[in-house]
């Protein structure tokens, strides 16, 4: 695989400036280079900001990192669970995704594959928020499970605001994210090669370890770091779905911003999880050839 | 390197000239656009259509209001520098009294203008309303309008409102109501509930002692609570059948399921130590004050207006103006209902303002930290 370096991308710079294009272009690309960066900026400045302060830049404190890592409050649990429950579903979604993508791709005829694109698109249509209190009125005392579970003679199960349901809501939330890159990588792998293999006498399960697996996991790679940085990033599914059972980081960055009037805190928080997604996504990104998931190479 | 020769030097005078009037020009442009333009900072339901758009037409005006759900937030929004932004903004009692204007955030109003509004409003309003004028009395601070009851809402099928009232906090004294009751997400008010269920008075100094208490209770209460939502979870959750009672909500959020039919959810206030809220709209310290600003807090107060804003989109609330035969009669039997009409003056005598918790930060911390262990 080829790496991802910084020389290859200081080239493909040099290159695209010195093009006409490149030229015309380098004023829109500034703006919204500036326009990427200036909030960025802003959050680190109040990260270093004295605590509960309002004004970025002013004072300098390292206190608002001190006390997420000094062990005297529990916001370690919310960044756990942010990264537990979205490395959980981003698995879960991977597992499930895969035999979906496989289907569309080789199985279903391109009608039947639009139609269940379409179903899938669909739901993003729709705020995220009204999803999710659709699934409350489904899951929730007298809700549609319930009033057919009654119907049956019993009664449906007591599973809202629970992790189990924040789970859920992520991966219902989040499934376009990992399905979409997963076909585009299945769709990657030639059918020649698979053909030969199981011609050569391979088993299908040594062709698809082997094979398929391999040539699509660029594809299943940029699925799971999509879904793996929105679902660590999500608060609606565990304030809703969840009844903040458990409390995530977003919400503790929220909750900062707004009722404990403390942004330096609020933006410490959000840096160190910038850093982790941010670490992680480089080294994911190590190990993707993009060259290759684009057809370039 | 170009030399700097008399030419240059006049082609750089001159860009400069041509730019520095260019912003004069802009700068005059932006204070005569002021003239037709106001920005309200407010809770929800004055961003409504149904408020703004009757006033845009009549001051052919562009009004852009921006809401929230928290008095904080709204309030962080000028400490953060955006008192040139905004014009008018409406938050909780203790903001402009005890934080706003004594920060300089807010200008006091002319009193001969707007004192004689308050002799059309409920005589609990009175001027000089203590919440509306500053902390030695001499200053009006802000004109009044919505206000609420915020305490517990329950389903009366499960709990009469005899017994909620009369038992009050002491309803959380005990695990008795483990996995019967959910909490509305309003962590000020938490903060103030918990203290109100550990048997503290939020508003004064706490020994160490209570805060102690405070810790255990906050911890408890999470814990056996069902769970912990916005208001239109826990709303539905008391309709269901889910819980059977809600900390933190009052008439501003139990109006909705009302206003859905439900009479059976009503919001509670005990007979001891019950609160409340009043809305205070202030004139933001805006270098470039919108002249809308104060015509506007004249418009709010016309019946036909106090009376869109009671409903307007989002929640619906009591507001002082009802006191004015011509607003009161413009609400129906049903709209009274909603807002629990029926018991208001008796709220108005039971429950205490908002105020300032002086040690909030520390007491809001020790909640979070209770909500994320949960016991």
């Known amino acids: 695989m080829t790496k991802f370096s910084v020389q290859k991308i200081k080239s493909s710079l040099t290159e695209f400036i010195s093009s006409k294009g490149g030229k015309c272009a380098l004023p829109v690309y500034i703006l919204l280079t500036l326009g990427f960066v200036a909030p960025l900026f802003m959050v680190l400045g109040f990260s270093f900001a004295t605590p509960r302060s309002f004004s970025a830049f002013t004072s300098f404190s390292l206190d608002n990192f001190i006390q997420i890592f000094d062990g005297s409050t529990s916001v370690w649990r919310s960044f756990l669970w942010s990264i537990a429950l979205a490395a959980f579903v981003t698995a879960i979604l991977a597992v499930v995704c895969y035999p979906v993508a496989v289907g569309m791709v080789r199985i279903f005829g391109s009608k039947t594959s639009t139609f269940i694109s379409i179903l899938f698109v669909f739901p993003l249509f729709v705020s995220e928020n009204v999803r999710l209190y659709g699934w409350i009125l489904f899951f929730g005392k007298n809700g549609v499970l319930d009033g057919i579970c009654k119907l049956l003679g019993f009664h449906g199960p007591d599973i809202l605001f629970t992790p189990g349901m924040t789970a859920m809501g992520l991966a219902y939330s989040y499934l376009p994210y990992m399905l979409f890159p997963v076909i585009m990588g299945v769709a990657l792998v030639p059918k020649d090669l698979i053909t030969a293999a199981r011609d050569l006498g391979s088993s299908r399960l040594r062709t698809w370890w082997q094979i398929e697996l391999p040539l699509a996991m660029p594809g299943v790679l940029i699925g799971m770091l999509l879904t793996f940085v929105l679902a660590t990033g999500s608060m609606s599914e565990s304030k809703i779905l969840g009844g903040q059972s458990i409390i995530v980081i977003t919400n503790d960055i929220d909750v900062s911003f707004t009722f404990s009037q403390n942004w330096p805190q609020g933006a410490a928080l959000a840096v160190v999880l910038t850093l982790i997604i941010g670490s992680l996504t480089l080294y994911a990104f190590k190990k993707i050839d993009l060259d290759k998931l684009m057809g370039r190479s | ?375």
């Open chain 2, 1 to 375: 390197m170009t030399d700097l020769t008399r030419r240059s030097l006049l082609k750089a005078l001159s860009a400069g000239a041509i730019a520095s009037s260019s912003l004069s020009v802009a700068a005059k442009a932006f204070a005569v656009s002021r003239e037709k333009e106001l920005n309200i900072l407010c809770w929800e339901g004055y961003n409504s259509a149904d408020v703004l758009d009757p006033y845009r037409k009549l001051r052919s005006a562009t009004v852009h209001a921006e809401s929230a759900t928290n008095s904080p937030t709204i309030v962080n929004k000028l400490r953060a520098g955006e008192t040139k932004v905004w014009d008018l903004i409406n938050v909780d009692n203790p903001w402009a009294r005890e934080f706003m204007y004594p920060n300089n955030l807010i200008l006091p109003l002319p009193i001969e203008e707007f004192a004689p509004y308050f002799d059309k409003m409920l005589p609990f309003f009175k001027y000089p309303f203590d919440w509306s004028m500053s902390t030695d009395g001499t200053k009006l601070l802000g004109m009044v309008q919505r206000f609420g009851t915020n305490n517990f809402v329950v389903n009366t099928d499960k709990i009469s409102r005899k017994t909620a009232e009369e038992q009050g906090w002491k309803l959380w004294a005990d695990d008795s109501l483990k996995d019967r009751y959910a909490i509305n997400i309003a962590d000020d008010w938490n903060v103030c509930h918990m203290f109100a269920i550990a048997g503290i008075d939020p508003y004064r100094e706490h020994t160490k002692e209570e805060m102690e208490l405070y810790t255990k209770t906050c911890k408890r209460i999470f814990a056996n609570a069902k769970f912990v939502g916005d208001i239109a979870a826990v709303n539905q959750a008391l309709v269901t059948g889910d819980i059977d009672v809600y900390l933190s909500g009052g008439t501003y959020t139990s109006s909705l399921a009302r206003a859905d039919g439900y009479d059976n959810i009503r919001a509670i206030s005990p007979n001891k130590d019950a609160y409340m809220w009043i809305e205070i709209t202030s004139l933001v310290n805006n270098p470039e004050l919108s002249p809308l600003a104060m015509d506007f807090l004249k418009y709010v107060q016309e019946p036909e207006v106090a009376h869109t804003v009671a409903f307007a989109e989002g929640t619906f609330n009591p507001v002082a103006q009802m006191a004015n035969p011509e607003c009161f009669k413009l609400f129906t039997k049903e709209e009274l209902d909603i807002i629990q009409y029926d018991s208001l003056e008796e709220d108005l005598t039971k429950c205490r303002a908002d105020d300032i918790i002086p040690n909030y930060d520390e007491a809001h911390e020790i909640m979070v930290e209770a909500k994320r262990v949960k016991g």
